[in-house]
């Protein structure tokens, strides 16, 4: 059945640029009509959409985080990617991508400290 | 942006239970665009419900969503053990996406 398997560092420095990957498995990221979404969770708190991309390379990104955020897709590689720029403490959070809402990705941990 | 407002903030119930957990929005969500999740401690959520009504592939019959406009309602009949969990609503028709704060519902 189709999996997602997320990658990237746990640790980011202040003022650098937060990487994650997410890899789509048992299935194409170009099938059925699916957006695709980052969505973090910071300890203890509720989840905040980061944004999201279509298998075309279109992408919605929340305001809250738009100047800073880049959502992109890779079709030959089957996966989905983030990029959070100029990161702060306040962005350390469990990361997570998902398929609208329905399969969602084990979850990654990304702390800022220097 | 649609804002979610769930309540309570903790639900304290026994097992065997009902479990009614509410989650009004600021503005009218297209009834085919509200999801309830169930998450567990160091799980990623997990779908319920979509559609506000929908149950999602694998969840038991005793979970229920009803609503339209602004409030919604996810209805558990009775409480079994797993189900002590936070439960979290989301509207997914207007961008930005957004999330209620949850509501715990705990064993008493």
């Known amino acids: 059945q189709v999996q997602l398997q997320q990658s990237g560092p746990g640790l980011v420095k202040p003022s650098q640029t937060l990487s994650l990957t997410c890899t789509v498995s048992?299935?194409?990221?170009?099938?059925?009509?699916?957006?695709w979404n980052w969505i973090r969770q910071p300890a203890g708190k509720g989840l905040e959409w980061i944004g999201r991309?279509?298998?075309?390379?279109?992408?919605e990104y929340n305001p809250s985080l738009r100047s800073r955020v880049t959502i992109s897709v890779d079709t030959s590689k089957n996966e989905f990617s983030l990029k959070l720029t100029s990161v702060t403490a306040a962005d350390t959070a469990v990361y997570y991508c998902?398929?609208?809402?329905?399969?969602w990705g084990q979850g990654t941990l990304v702390t800022v400290s220097s | 942006e649609i804002v979610l407002t769930q309540s309570p903030g903790t639900l304290s119930l026994s097992p065997g239970e009902r479990a009614t957990l509410s989650c009004r929005a600021s503005?009218?969500?297209?009834?085919?665009?509200l999801a309830w999740y169930q998450q567990k401690p160091g799980q990623a959520p997990r779908l319920l419900i979509y559609s506000a009504s929908s149950r999602a592939a694998g969840i038991p019959d005793r979970f229920s969503g009803s609503g339209s406009g602004t409030d919604f309602t996810l209805t558990i009949s009775r409480l079994e053990p797993e189900d002590f969990a936070v439960y979290f609503c989301q509207q997914y028709g207007s961008s930005p996406l957004t999330f209620g704060g949850g509501t715990k519902v705990e064993i008493k």
């Open positions: 503005q009218s969500v297209s009834t085919y665009y």
């Open positions: 998902a398929r609208r809402g329905d399969l």
């Open positions: 048992g299935g194409s990221i170009s099938s059925g009509s699916y957006y």
């Open positions: 991309v279509y298998s075309n390379g279109n992408a």
